[in-house]
């Protein structure tokens, strides 16, 4: 047997731990026309919400004495900064996560690079754990966007005040700041869900499209779902529960019964979701 060839079977400076690094993996997905447009509507988006406010803006009548956060959304750059995220937490954000999590190991398969991958030969849970880390990167980059975005353009557009509350509470801007933090840290977490869910049907399918896709609906139909209200209890453990508890840092003092709970769930779920993506591509026989 050849010297160069170790007990184990490996090629002599074989290094498992050096395949694929992530910082390789991520060059190439930031290079990918999908990752340019993704972001680049993330930079969009709040500069088109802006338009629309101000076009709107000679239309301030309430229509009831109760306000919300499209009331409230052009009182400062904070407050269009938490307009923006309510506006894109239920559909445009679910659709990001999906898409960059379900798209990764699908897509590969579907160009017919991830047997070549695997034949480098990278070992595969190296592999899968690589795309899922550059995924969620992809995912939180994707969401900081958005909302420095809005913070920055919101802030010219609409000053740097304080925080409004929908009850007309006032937060001033460092502790406002401190609480978005938080905010944006929750929805990353439970947005999880729906990424994880696409990962794990991006390892079945070698259809992007059916992974993603296959997220995206069923997210949807559980949100449709929890608005039957016959459902009862069982509505609070369905993927889409709690989806809108960051909301509760809006509250003085902080009620954080809802986002403890949200925050735990989704990693449950997340964590299921994750295990049966490894747990099948453990198994999968990669002919593609």
Known sequence: ?????????????????????????LRRQFKRRRTIG??????????????????????????????????VATASGLNFTLFVLFATTSFFLVVVYALFFGDTVASEAQ?????????TPVPRMRLLRQKWLAALVLSVSALLTVT????????????????????????GQGEGLLRLA????????HLLVVGT??????????APLAAVGGAVFTMFVFAILDQVEQLGSIRDWFPTAEEFAWTDLLQTPV?????????IQSLVYA??????????FARRDVTS
């Open 1 to 25: 047997m050849s010297s160069s060839v170790q007990a184990t079977g490996a090629v002599a400076g074989y290094r498992p731990e050096r395949t694929l690094r992530l910082s390789v993996e």
């Open 38 to 71: 993704v972001f680049a509507l993330m930079v969009a988006l709040p500069l088109v919400l802006i338009a629309a406010l101000q076009l709107g803006a000679s239309e301030d009548a309430q229509s009831n004495s109760r306000l919300n956060l499209v009331d």
């Open 111 to 119: 160009w017919g690079s991830l047997r070549y991958a695997l034949a």
């Open 148 to 171: 420095v975005v809005a913070v920055v353009a919101g802030g010219i557009a609409f000053g740097f005040a304080d925080i409004t509350t929908p009850i007309g509470i006032s937060i």
């Open 182 to 189: 938080g905010m944006v840290g929750y929805l990353a977490v």
């Open 197 to 206: 869910l696409a990962f794990w049907l991006s390892t079945v399918t070698d």
């Open 255 to 263: 009620d954080s019964g809802d986002l403890y709970r949200g925050v």
């Open 271 to 280: 964590a299921v979701f994750t295990a049966l993506a490894f747990r099948h």
